[in-house]
């Protein structure tokens, strides 16, 4: 069976969606970064990488692609979410 392939929002690169984090608008409309990839809600998909997250949260890509329009506030938090998220990923490299 294939991988199911998703695109960056920032770069527009295709790959599997375990290689991308996924961020979500759930059916109330709360918009957060979908860890574990599997909670229900409009998705849009972005490598793990700075200059995606910056592409991705910067521009109207993201409000654009879960259909809502989030306030600059919440962009920011999800930026740190993020950026906070690579950063341990990184560490827990080094580790090895």
């Known amino acids: 069976m294939t991988e199911p392939i998703r695109t960056?929002?920032?770069?527009?690169?295709?790959?599997?969606?375990?290689?991308l984090v996924r961020i979500v608008r759930n059916d109330t409309g709360r918009v957060s970064v979908d860890e574990s990839r599997k909670n229900p809600g409009r998705g849009a998909y972005v490598c793990l990488n700075p200059q995606c997250i910056e592409l991705a949260l910067t521009s109207k890509k993201l409000n654009k692609v879960l259909k809502t329009n989030l306030e600059p506030k919440e962009i920011e938090s999800l930026k740190q979410v993020l950026i906070n998220l690579l950063q341990?990923?990184?560490?827990?490299?080094?580790g090895r």
């Open 88 to 94: 341990s990923l990184e560490s827990s490299d080094e």
């Open 8 to 19: 960056c929002i920032g770069c527009r690169k295709k790959a599997t969606k375990w290689e």
